[in-house]
Every structure is written in structure tokens, then in C-alpha cells.
């Protein structure tokens, strides 16, 4: 992997955005790791400094227009043109449709859905200023969940979300992918393994590492044979 391959992650957290920063890192790929609060992300940019001294962490509230813009003009300067971002933010409230108020429902969407409108357009934006070269000018990935493909009771916040991230992954796909952009939906089905379970912990978790390998897999894919969508889960759960 060339070493001035940019890759940026939106939504890092101490479980897979954290995978997926180190992954990029490991390919000694630039990272841009962008989060509401960059301060925690400060640790997480030092231990993929270590593996690879250029990871930067940022602030960067996905649902808003000018902050993403910023991200990605900061980005731009200070590493070069995205060749792959990876949209991994989300909120989510369990409650009965009932008892759930407007501003949740509001801003489990915007978390959910805009922010990757907003991020997945600034970096088409960007990629679509580099040459097609040999016809692949970036990567964008989705993180979606079982609920990107089903509502469940009491999931209502989570789901209307991710289900319109799948349509906006297919859409972009079908409109930009001729351009030389690969779009692709990752749908997460299960539990990923949370930072203090034990390395050894029950194999009804999906391993965050495993999970960031696949997408850097899906970066790595040849043009005559892009997948759109990969759903993963662990070899124990039903489906």
C-alpha cells in the first residue's frame, strides 16, 4: 500500500473506529481520526503514531455541514486527498415508539443518516478533484447494523437511521461508482466486542480487528469486482 494513501474515519470510539484507525495505520496510511470530542481521541492518535507516525485526531460534529467541511479542507492541507473515509458515526435511544420524545428521534437520525450524507459528500467532492488515473479515485465506506435491514421493537431510532444510510450508500454507489468511486455498506450483524471484554471473551462478539480488516479489504478491491454490500456476524450467530 502506498504510504501517501489518506484515510479518514468519522466516529472514532474506543471499539471500532479505533480498529479501523489502527488498520489504515498498519498500511502506513495517513489517518485523520475525527470524533465530536477530538481530546479522547488523543490517546488512540498516539497509538497509531506508533505503528505509524502521521495519525491526527480532530473535532469534527458530523451533522454539521461546516464542520465536516472543515475536516476535510483541514485534511486536504495537512495530509492530501482522501483515498478512503470510513462514516462510523451513530447515536442510538432503546425506548418504546411511544415514549420516545421528537429531539431523540431527531437526533438519532441526524447521527445516523445526515451526518453521512454530509461526510460522504465532502468527500466526493474531494475525491472527484484527483484524475482517474487508473479508474479508482477513493473508497467510502458505511458502517450499518442488523438494523439497517430491519426494524425491531423498541429499535425505531436506531433503525430509521441506518436505513436510510444503506439507500444513500446504493444511491451514491449507482451514481458515482462509474465516476471511479467505490461506495460500499458494511452491515454489522451482531454484537462487536466491547474494549474490557477479555481478548478470549464469548464468541457470540464480532472482533472489531476482523471487522476493520474487511474494510480495508474493501479499499483494496480491483475495479472488476467492487462489492456494494458485505454483511459480517460471528460463525455462532442466526440469521
Not at 94 to 102: A, D, H
Amino acid at each position: 500500500m502506498n504510504r501517501n494513501q489518506v484515510a479518514v474515519v468519522v466516529g472514532v470510539g474506543p471499539g471500532l473506529g479505533c480498529a479501523l484507525a489502527r488498520r489504515f495505520a498498519r498500511a502506513e496510511m495517513h489517518v485523520a481520526m475525527a470524533a465530536r470530542g477530538a481530546q479522547k481521541l488523543d490517546a488512540f492518535a498516539a497509538e497509531c503514531s506508533g505503528i505509524h507516525h502521521h495519525a491526527r485526531a480532530y473535532a469534527c460534529d458530523a451533522t454539521d455541514e461546516r464542520a465536516v467541511d472543515e475536516l476535510f479542507r483541514t485534511v486536504e492541507t495537512e495530509f492530501g486527498t482522501p483515498d478512503v473515509v470510513v462514516y462510523n458515526a451513530g447515536a442510538f435511544v432503546q425506548k418504546s415508539v411511544l415514549e420516545t420524545s421528537r429531539d431523540e428521534f431527531e437526533r438519532c437520525w441526524r447521527a445516523g443518516c445526515l451526518g453521512g450524507f454530509l461526510v460522504g459528500k465532502a468527500a466526493l467532492r474531494a475525491m472527484l478533484q484527483r484524475a482517474p488515473g487508473d479508474g479508482k479515485r477513493g473508497t467510502i465506506l458505511f458502517t450499518g447494523a442488523t438494523a439497517s435491514l430491519r426494524g425491531g421493537a423498541g429499535f425505531h431510532n436506531l433503525a430509521v437511521g441506518k436505513f436510510g444510510l444503506r439507500a444513500l450508500a446504493q444511491s451514491m454507489a449507482r451514481e458515482f461508482q462509474p465516476q471511479g468511486i467505490h461506495v460500499a455498506h458494511v452491515v454489522i450483524d451482531g454484537r462487536i466486542r466491547p474494549p474490557t471484554a477479555p481478548s478470549g471473551a464469548s464468541e457470540e462478539y464480532l472482533d472489531p480487528e476482523a471487522i476493520a480488516d474487511t474494510y480495508f479489504q474493501l479499499h483494496c478491491q480491483l475495479r472488476s469486482a467492487w462489492s456494494l454490500e458485505v454483511d459480517l456476524r460471528p460463525w455462532v450467530e442466526r440469521f
